[in-house]
């Protein structure tokens, strides 16, 4: 089996994961400092949240990061997957799902998690448009008996 044409967008987009990834690991560690959490502890306390704008806001941006790695390896490989079929197209949703990550973390890291809403419904959406789209390459890939 070759790959088809057109897959040599698929490295491009997947990389863009790695750059927000970055990015948002950076601004983890801007909030982390800001609110004067120290390591090894994940999240400020309610207290702390209660009594520091600096804290909730450290919280979001964390928490944003967090769901950003939690859905990356749905990502990256129905990005691949689909890619064997459809690779423009899985390379466009590919670079949807990072640009709605970025939106998403914009808004989370506000303070106000409403404000992710955007960027939530787009990198979702791209989600399920490539794991969709995947579960279709992978069908049209088994040989028939």
């Known amino acids: 089996m070759s790959l088809p044409e057109g897959y040599g ?9 790695g750059w927000v990834l970055m990015w948002q690991s950076i601004m983890v560690g801007r909030y982390r400092k800001k609110a004067g ?3 090894p502890q994940p999240y400020a306390e309610k207290a702390e949240v209660k009594d520091s704008t ?4 450290f919280n979001c941006m ?7 790695l939690e859905s990356a390896p749905i990502v990256f490989v129905s990005t691949l997957v689909a890619g064997l079929k459809y690779p423009v197209l899985a390379a466009a949703m590919c670079g949807a799902y990072s640009f709605g ?8 890291k506000s303070g106000q998690p409403k404000r992710r809403t ?4 787009l990198s979702s959406l791209s989600v399920l448009g490539l794991l969709s789209t995947a579960t279709y390459a992978a069908y049209q890939l088994v ?3």
């Not at 967008?9 to 994961?17: A, E, F, V």
């Not at 964390?62 to 950003?68: D, K, L, M, S």
């Not at 990550?101 to 989370?108: E, K």
């Open 9 to 17: 967008y698929i490295p491009g987009s997947l990389i863009t994961i």
């Open 37 to 39: 959490i120290e390591y």
């Open 54 to 57: 600096a804290a909730l806001r």
């Open 62 to 68: 964390q928490r944003a990061h967090q769901n950003t």
């Open 101 to 108: 990550r970025v939106v998403y973390t914009i808004g989370y």
């Open 118 to 121: 955007y960027g939530s419904v």
């Open 143 to 145: 040989p028939l008996c």
